[in-house]
């Protein structure tokens, strides 16, 4: 059993007209308060800007929004997806400290 993960998610800001929104931020702030429900301290969730100094490299032929689970690749590009998350999660032995959420206004 796995007692501590690291979930990277790396996103960008996102031109909208003249406005610059930061949708992968805010919905990695979402996703990580779930994740913290479900799984306790046993998983510990990070953003990361493309353009922060602290970013992470990323692995060839990703896109973003990235998700890293140990610096493993779970998802790549299109979006940032709860049920893809808590699989991987589950697969490398991660277990649910709570009854699953029902409020995943973004999953899909």
Partial sequence: MVTRVRVTIV????????????????LATWITGELRRRYGDAVDVEYHDLFDPDSPSLPAGTQLPLVLL???????????????????????????????????????
């Fill in 70 to 108: 140990d610096g493993r690749v779970v998802s790549s590009g299109g979006k940032l997806s709860m049920p893809v998350i808590r699989k991987a999660l589950e697969e490398i032995g991660v277990a649910p400290v709570s009854p699953r959420s029902t409020s995943l206004p973004y999953a899909r």
């Fill in 11 to 26: 996103g960008a800001p996102v031109a909208c007209g003249s406005e610059i929104k930061d949708t992968w931020r805010e």
